[in-house]
């Protein structure tokens, strides 16, 4: 599966971004297609993470409340919708797929990796 994430940019503190990732190849319905965040100097984290079949998403407590991961399975697209962003959620946003069973947020869980978007966020 090759991914293709959109959507990043230069945002006010405050504001929203809607980040997208199209899925190209073969999906699997008990596939998980993940977000992750590496900001500068730090490790890359889970955000957020959906199944192309199940309606209960998962967060990371810090994007609890304030981003919403979406899937639209006929486009094979999945999406974060970000709110009340943070300059603390600056970051290169990754997505992930091909879910390899075990923990979500484990980024070793998941073959199939995006080229990632910056996310900048100004105080």
């Known amino acids: 599966v090759q991914l293709q994430a959109s959507g990043g940019g230069l945002v006010q503190a405050g504001g929203s971004l809607r980040l997208s990732c199209a899925a190209f190849?073969?999906?699997?319905?008990?596939?998980?297609m993940g977000w992750f965040r590496q900001a500068p100097g730090k490790e890359r984290e889970f955000v957020a993470s959906i199944s192309w079949s199940s309606d209960s998403p998962y967060y990371a407590d810090s994007a609890k409340g304030r981003f919403t991961i979406a899937r639209d399975n006929a486009k094979k697209t999945v999406y974060l919708q970000m709110n009340s962003l943070k300059p603390e959620d600056t970051a290169v946003y990754y997505c992930?797929?091909?879910?390899?069973?075990?923990?979500?947020?484990?980024?070793?869980?998941?073959?199939?990796w995006g080229q990632g978007t910056q996310v900048t966020v100004s105080s």
């Open positions: 992930a797929a091909e879910y390899l069973g075990g923990s979500v947020v484990l980024l070793s869980n998941y073959r199939s």
């Open positions: 190849g073969r999906t699997s319905s008990t596939d998980f």
